[in-house]
C-alpha cells in the first residue's frame, strides 16, 4: 500500500525532494509544511501547504514526514526541526536513490542521491543528506545530521561526527575520525583525527594575470 508523505519546506529543496520522490512507486506526496510566518501561498507545485503550528495527531498518525533544508548553521537548523517534529510523534521517510544497491544501514530522514559508491557494513544515521558520486569505505560510520555533498571520499574504517560538513573534492583517509561540527572545505585532505568545531579550508587557487583569450593563443590552446 503506497505510503502518505508530507515534505516540511516550500523552497529549492523542497521542490527537488519532491520531484526526486514523485518517482518512487511506494509513496503518494500529499501536500507541503511550512511555519506560518513563512506561508505566502496556500498552494506549492499544485498541492496544499500546511501550517506547522496547524499540524495535529491526525496528521503524525496518517503521513510521514520528509525534511529538506540546507544546511545552516552546521545542520542546526535542520535538526531542530526534526526534533520539533519528533516530538509531535511524527515518523521520517528517507529518500535513497532507487538505483543504489542498498547493502548499508540508514536512518531517518536521509536524502541520500544516486551515483554513490556505498561499501558493504556502512552505518549512516539519522538526518544524513549525501548528493552524488561520493565513495564510503568498508565499516564506516556516517553520524546523525551530516551534509556530504558531492566528489567527496571517505576510506575504510572511518567515522565523521555529528554534523559535520564535507565540502565537494574532500578525502578523508583510512581509519580517520572527523569529530563533531567539523567543517571540512572543498579539496581538503584529512589524513588524521581532528577535533569538535575543527575547520579545514583549502585556499582558493590564485588568478593568473593573463587574460584568457591571451592564455589560449600564448599556448595554442585554440589550434
Given at each position: 500500500?503506497?505510503?502518505?508523505?508530507?515534505?516540511?519546506?516550500?523552497?529549492?529543496?523542497?521542490?527537488?525532494?519532491?520531484?526526486?520522490?514523485?518517482?518512487?512507486?511506494?509513496?503518494?506526496?500529499?501536500?507541503?509544511?511550512?511555519?506560518?510566518?513563512?506561508?505566502?501561498?496556500?498552494?506549492?507545485?499544485?498541492?496544499?501547504?500546511?501550517?506547522?503550528?496547524?499540524?495535529?495527531?491526525?496528521?503524525?498518525?496518517?503521513?510521514?514526514?520528509?525534511?529538506?533544508?540546507?544546511?545552516?548553521?552546521?545542520?542546526?537548523?535542520?535538526?531542530?526541526?526534526?526534533?520539533?517534529l519528533k516530538n509531535k510523534n511524527f515518523k521520517f521517510y528517507s529518500y535513497i536513490d532507487p538505483t543504489l544497491e542498498i547493502n548499508f544501514k540508514y536512518g531517518e530522514n536521509c536524502f541520500?542521491?544516486?551515483?554513490?559508491?556505498?561499501?558493504?557494513?556502512?552505518?549512516?544515521?539519522?538526518?544524513?543528506?549525501?548528493?552524488?558520486?561520493?565513495?564510503?569505505?568498508?565499516?564506516?560510520?556516517?553520524?546523525?545530521?551530516?551534509?556530504?555533498?558531492?566528489?567527496?571520499?571517505?576510506?575504510?574504517?572511518?567515522?565523521?561526527?555529528?554534523?559535520?560538513?564535507?565540502?565537494?573534492?574532500?578525502?578523508?583517509?583510512?581509519?580517520?575520525?572527523?569529530?563533531?561540527?567539523?567543517?571540512?572545505?572543498?579539496?581538503?585532505?584529512?589524513?588524521?583525527?581532528?577535533?569538535?568545531?575543527?575547520?579545514?579550508?583549502?585556499?582558493?587557487?590564485?588568478?593568473?594575470?593573463?587574460?584568457?583569450?591571451?592564455?589560449?593563443?600564448?599556448?595554442?590552446?585554440?589550434?
Amino acid at each position: 500500500m503506497r505510503k502518505k508523505l508530507l515534505i516540511f519546506f516550500t523552497g529549492g529543496g523542497a521542490e527537488l525532494a519532491y520531484k526526486k520522490i514523485l518517482k518512487k512507486d511506494d509513496i503518494d506526496v500529499c501536500g507541503f509544511v511550512e511555519f506560518k510566518r513563512f506561508v505566502k501561498k496556500n498552494f506549492f507545485l499544485k498541492l496544499p501547504v500546511i501550517k506547522f503550528e496547524n499540524l495535529n495527531k491526525n496528521h503524525a498518525q496518517n503521513y510521514l514526514m520528509f525534511i529538506h533544508k540546507n544546511f545552516n548553521n552546521l545542520n542546526e537548523d535542520r535538526t531542530n526541526i526534526y526534533k520539533l517534529l519528533k516530538n509531535k510523534n511524527f515518523k521520517f521517510y528517507s529518500y535513497i536513490d532507487p538505483t543504489l544497491e542498498i547493502n548499508f544501514k540508514y536512518g531517518e530522514n536521509c536524502f541520500i542521491l544516486g551515483s554513490q559508491s556505498i561499501c558493504d557494513d556502512v552505518k549512516i544515521g539519522n538526518n544524513v543528506v549525501m548528493w552524488t558520486h561520493n565513495h564510503v569505505g568498508d565499516r564506516s560510520v556516517i553520524k546523525d545530521n551530516v551534509w556530504i555533498t558531492s566528489c567527496v571520499s571517505i576510506g575504510g574504517d572511518c567515522k565523521i561526527g555529528d554534523y559535520s560538513f564535507l565540502g565537494m573534492n574532500s578525502t578523508i583517509a583510512h581509519n580517520t575520525k572527523i569529530g563533531k561540527k567539523n567543517l571540512i572545505g572543498a579539496n581538503s585532505l584529512i589524513t588524521s583525527d581532528t577535533k569538535k568545531f575543527d575547520t579545514y579550508i583549502v585556499k582558493t587557487t590564485k588568478r593568473s594575470r593573463i587574460k584568457s583569450v591571451d592564455f589560449v593563443k600564448l599556448y595554442k590552446l585554440d589550434e
